[in-house]
């Protein structure tokens, strides 16, 4: 096998990988990045919104600084996140997007004088100061105090992603890109580089780090209904968990967007409804006033989203080849605010749909969306269980997301997380020397090589990888989505362990030579059943509510017990993870209470029962 | 609604010493808002598991998918079966070397481009950590960010006579991001090092003004007026020396 050696390994070449790769290569260490798309295309490049810092240079962020970011990031993360690094993000968040504007940002900036915006349908007027013109400016996002999300224009995440691209070419880094890492290389101890399957070639090739990182994004495809890109498909996150040593935190923390466009499931803005749009069910009716007489449709993300699933549970959604939907109505809002204030969602709905939103409805229903759950991390980005192995951006659980993470902030977290996490990989590096154990070098190989030729050969049996993948997506959309309880929950880690079985017989239909496409799903098809598992099972036993995780059985929100982090590894042979739990928190700056949006029944810690 | 669609797809495996390039037909139901996402996703998982092709972001945002469709370069993802005949014929895109069937290595071609014309900010100045940022006029900034919605997909270099007959054609891509960094004040190259870089047959000499590229480009970038500005901008020695090799 062809082996390659560097000091850091980058598994991932979005913006969080690639952000570490810069801070190493830049402190004069040789970098070499994986990614299975040309960097560019990573999934970052498809957030639209914004990146949340605290400038607070636009006269909607008037007095916003660290401080009150980090106490929206805890309230959002409904108490779940680790504090000291919800702070440590919070404080560097400013500089990260300076020094991105001095790599080439072309944030938009502050224009001075009157101006109009929408909130709740209605409109206000705000006027920016002479002072500020020309600073970077940004624009309001759910569950900020402040206007605190700085964009450029619809693609920020793009801008982003070419900019540290450039950042990257300009310094030389090596990036391997349609390269898929299907192992890591450790002894249970230690992490010395990964095995990788070439997606130009289909052969296998081992890389040696002193240094590894998974950046390798969020893993939305284990559900049928996401926002996320084809290949956010866990790729990292499995090799992780295979190890056995190194944990996922808080697997059962998903989120789920209102408004995935169907069949797609590609995004349209919030922006539809904060604007006056309406959903509607079967019967052309609004449901939204009936469940939420006050904020109707205008109700928090996870709010919306659930009662969406509900009304097409009873039956009233529409049908359709790809499964039942509802209509988001926007026609009202009139052509020319659409053609000027919502022009994506209208090239959306005219590119990808066939639907002119101006006279047309829109298909519409709740789509996964951001995995809180990732590779479990210490403050500086080291993973638990394994020396010389670091995690970043959506791929890891670093956790300043807790249970809910606020929008842009995930953006930020790349940036933010990417710069200190690559300091502290520099300075691990300096005079760290690893021995490249080869039996253990040769045995990640021969095991791989091993899967292969059995999938190939159909050693193990005839299933077939997409029927699987299907079914465990199914499971996942239907009892571990957005309404949870106890009975449904233990029904999917039964089915999904059925599922789990069937995936150890996967067998190819086809030749399998080179990039053959089946292969590389069947490759990783076993540990997407494991993450789906974890992720139910650690919905099942959490019983308690708690951002996103919303257990119809257990309303409240449980300090006494749950105030705490799931950290689930799995054993060779095993057919459900083995769940740990550490404290949320080890540092409290701010004590549990009352989010101030959204059902808040809480259980406190000392066992008193607040709110309503 | 309900239409029976006929698929020519371009098969190759180049890795596989008994693949020969040749045309294999699919058929294929159509379903409302189908798009060639929908339906070559379908092709594989139901038909054969073995076709390669590109999908990232189905979502016309990431520029994978670009392939040739009845003759003309686009991105697959956001191409509605609803807008083509029952007959659709699907190729690689030309130049970028093949890796097998309609999948294309855009990865190494554009990582060289982006070294060629130096994609990235020049600048003597070191970040300083403490200092508030510097002020920009938004609708500069605005401007440059019409300019870097490219995609780098491909379609416009497919479509390019030029490109097609030399290969170290950098092509109106190229020309774009050096019209993005030439608007933006923080680069501090100057005329003349911009013109190492492009003024060549490589580059905008090189170009014959035919315009296939701002046809295809999904992004609907003004490479037109990008191209005549860097014209313009390379000066009057420039524009003769264009006459010269005509
Ligand atoms: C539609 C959408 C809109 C969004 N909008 C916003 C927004 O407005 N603001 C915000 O803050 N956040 C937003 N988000 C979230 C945010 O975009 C992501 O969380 C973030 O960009 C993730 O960056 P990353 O670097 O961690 O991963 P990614 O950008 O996903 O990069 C992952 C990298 O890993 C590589 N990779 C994966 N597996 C492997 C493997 N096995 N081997 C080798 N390489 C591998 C990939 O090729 C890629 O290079 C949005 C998300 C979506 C889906
Ligand atoms: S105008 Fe120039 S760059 Fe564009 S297609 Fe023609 S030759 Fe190529
Ligand atoms: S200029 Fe347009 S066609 Fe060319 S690579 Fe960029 S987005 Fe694609
Ligand atoms: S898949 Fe990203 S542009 Fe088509």
Redo the contacts between chains.
């Keep these: 096998m062809e082996t390659i050696y560097t000091d850091l390994l980058c598994i991932g070449a979005g913006l969080a990988g690639e952000r570490v790769a810069v801070e190493a290569a830049s402190a004069g260490f040789e970098t070499i990045c994986l990614s299975i798309v040309p960097p560019r295309r990573s999934h970052s490049s498809a957030a639209q919104g914004g990146m949340q810092a605290s400038l607070g240079h636009c006269i909607m962020g008037k007095g916003d600084s660290p401080d009150v970011h980090f106490q929206d990031t805890v309230k959002g993360s409904d108490w779940g996140c680790d504090q000291e690094v919800a702070r440590l993000f919070a404080e560097t968040a400013p500089v990260a997007v300076r020094e991105m504007a001095f790599w080439g940002i072309p944030w938009n900036r502050v224009v001075p004088g009157k101006d109009t915006y929408f909130k709740g349908g209605k409109q206000f007027e705000k006027e920016e100061l002479k002072e500020k013109e020309g600073l970077i400016t940004a624009r309001s996002f759910g569950g900020t105090a402040k206007w605190r999300t700085c964009y450029t224009s619809d693609g920020t995440g793009h801008t982003l992603l070419y900019t540290m691209d450039n950042k990257v070419v300009e310094l030389g880094v090596t990036v391997h890109d349609r390269i898929e890492a299907i192992s890591l290389i450790h002894d249970g101890k230690t992490c010395i580089g990964a095995v990788a399957r070439c997606l130009k070639t289909g052969k296998c090739r081992a890389y040696l780090a002193r240094a590894t990182l998974i950046a390798t994004g969020g893993y939305g495809r284990i559900y049928r209904e996401t926002t996320n890109a084809v290949i956010n498909d866990g790729g990292g996150a499995i090799i992780a968990i295979d190890t056995e040593v190194v944990p996922l935190g808080n697997p059962e923390a998903i989120q789920f967007h209102p408004t995935g466009i169907v069949p797609t499931n590609i995004l349209v803005t919030e922006g539809c409804r904060g604007d006056g749009g309406t959903l509607l069910d079967v019967n052309e009716e609004r449901f939204m006033p009936e469940y939420e007489p006050e904020k109707e449709e205008l109700a928090s993300r996870d709010v919306v989203s659930r009662w969406m699933t509900h009304h097409i549970q009873k039956g009233l959604g529409v049908k359709s080849p790809y499964g039942d939907h509802l209509w988001l109505d926007i026609r009202h809002l009139g052509a020319e605010h659409i053609k000027t204030k919502l022009r994506e969602v209208e090239e959306i709905c005219n590119n990808f749909l066939g639907v002119d939103p101006i006279t047309q409805l829109i298909p519409v229903r709740p789509a996964q969306h951001y995995s809180m759950a990732g590779i479990r991390t210490n403050k500086d980005g080291a993973a638990y269980g394994l020396k010389g192995l670091f995690s970043a951006g959506e791929a890891a659980c670093w956790d300043m997301h807790g249970f809910n993470r606020l929008g842009g902030n995930s953006l930020a977290e790349t940036i933010v997380a990417g710069k200190i996490v690559g300091e502290k990989i520099a300075e691990s590096l300096k005079g760290y020397e690893v021995h490249f154990n080869t039996a253990v070098i040769k045995d990640a190989a021969a095991k791989d090589y091993e899967r292969i030729d059995r999938l190939i050969s159909c050693k193990d049996g005839k299933e077939d990888v997409f029927e699987v993948r299907n079914a465990m997506q199914n499971e996942l959309m239907e009892r571990v989505g957005i309404f949870r309880n106890g009975a449904d929950l233990q029904k999917a880690v039964d089915n999904l362990q059925e599922i789990h079985a069937r995936a150890k017989k996967v067998g190819l239909r086809s030749n399998g030579i080179g990039v053959n496409p089946e292969l590389t799903l069947a490759l990783k098809i076993q540990g997407m059943v494991r993450l789906a598992i974890c992720t139910a099972y650690g919905a099942l036993q959490r019983t308690e509510s708690r951002g996103c995780h919303s257990r119809e059985d257990y309303e409240a929100r449980n300090d006494r017990d749950w105030l705490n982090r799931t950290l689930a590894t799995w054993k060779e042979g095993d057919d459900l993870p083995t769940l740990n739990y550490e404290p949320a928190s080890k540092v409290m700056e701010i004590p549990p209470g009352d989010r101030g949006y959204g059902v808040s029944k809480i259980i406190s810690q000392d066992d008193e029962k607040i709110g309503v | 609604m309900g239409r029976k669609l006929k698929f020519n797809i371009f098969r190759y495996?180049?890795?596989?010493p008994d693949s020969v390039p040749h045309t294999d037909t699919f058929q294929l139901e159509e379903?409302?808002?189908m798009?060639l996402?929908?339906a070559l996703t379908q092709i594989?998982?139901e038909q054969?598991?073995?076709?390669?092709f590109?999908?990232?972001?189905?979502?016309?945002?990431?520029?994978?998918c670009a392939m040739i469709i009845n003759g003309r370069p686009n991105l697959a993802c956001?191409t509605?079966t609803?807008?083509l005949p029952a007959e659709i014929t699907l190729m690689p895109l030309p130049i970028f070397k093949l890796?097998?069937d309609l999948?294309v290595?855009?990865?190494?071609w554009?990582?060289e481009m982006?070294?060629n014309v130096?994609?990235?900010?020049h600048t003597s100045?070191t970040?300083d950590?403490e200092?508030?940022?510097?002020?920009?006029?938004?609708s500069?900034?605005?401007e440059?960010?019409e300019l870097?919605?490219c995609?780098?997909c491909g379609c416009c270099v497919a479509a390019c006579g030029t490109a097609n007959m030399r290969e170290d054609f950098v092509g109106a891509v190229a020309m774009n991001r050096i019209a993005r960094f030439m608007m933006?004040p923080?680069?501090q190259r100057t005329g003349s090092e911009y013109f190492e870089v492009i003024g060549t047959d490589e580059g905008i000499f090189g170009c014959m003004g035919l315009l296939g590229c701002e046809d295809v480009c999904p992004k609907q970038l003004p490479l037109q007026d990008q191209l005549g500005i860097l014209r313009l901008k390379m000066g009057w020695s420039a524009i003769k020396h264009l006459f010269r090799i005509k």
């Excluded at chain 2, 495996?13 to 596989?16: E, K, R």
């Excluded at chain 2, 290595?105 to 190494?108: C, K, P, R, S, V």
């Design positions: 495996n180049p890795q596989d379903t409302e808002s798009t996402f929908i594989r998982e054969d598991p073995s076709l390669q590109d999908f990232c972001c189905r979502a016309g945002i990431c520029g994978a956001k509605l609803d807008d890796i097998g999948s290595d855009t990865g190494t554009f990582r982006n070294e130096e994609s990235w900010v100045k970040f950590l200092a508030e940022e510097e002020r920009m006029d938004n500069l900034a605005e440059i960010y870097e919605r995609v780098e933006d923080r680069d």
